[in-house]
């Protein structure tokens, strides 16, 4: 098993940067891919990026965040963040940690994070 916690979300101005992290149970070399997803109220869940955890780490971006988002992962730290940077209002969601470990998916509790003058 895998268990996830997610942390810095909050509110941040359009424009704004936030790092949001995920801590998780287990050294995640052991993962086979991490991930962020996102839901906005009223919407599905969506992928916003992911990283394969193994050598140095593919990583595939939604259209919507490319150039804007970064993710990325301390195995030293068993931790996984994703840097946001220019926000925006419709960046406003439940942002969610995924693990892929051993053909089960694992989720954090989410942290919400709030784009808005």
């Known amino acids: 098993q895998v268990q996830l916690v997610e942390s810095g979300g909050g509110l941040v101005q359009p424009g704004g940067s936030l790092r949001l992290s995920c801590a998780a149970s287990r050294t995640i070399d052991s993962i086979d891919v991490m991930g962020w997803y996102r839901q906005a109220p009223g919407k599905q869940r969506d992928m916003v990026a992911f990283?394969?955890?193994?050598?140095?780490?593919?990583?595939n971006y939604a259209d919507s965040v490319k150039g804007r988002f970064t993710i990325s992962r301390d195995n030293t730290k068993n931790t996984l963040y994703l840097q946001m940077s220019s926000l925006k209002p419709e960046d406003t969601a439940v942002y969610y940690c995924?693990?892929?470990?051993?053909?089960?998916?694992?989720w954090g509790q989410g942290t919400q994070v709030t784009v808005s003058s």
């Open positions: 990283i394969t955890t193994v050598g140095s780490g593919s990583t």
């Open positions: 995924n693990a892929q470990y051993r053909h089960y998916n694992y």
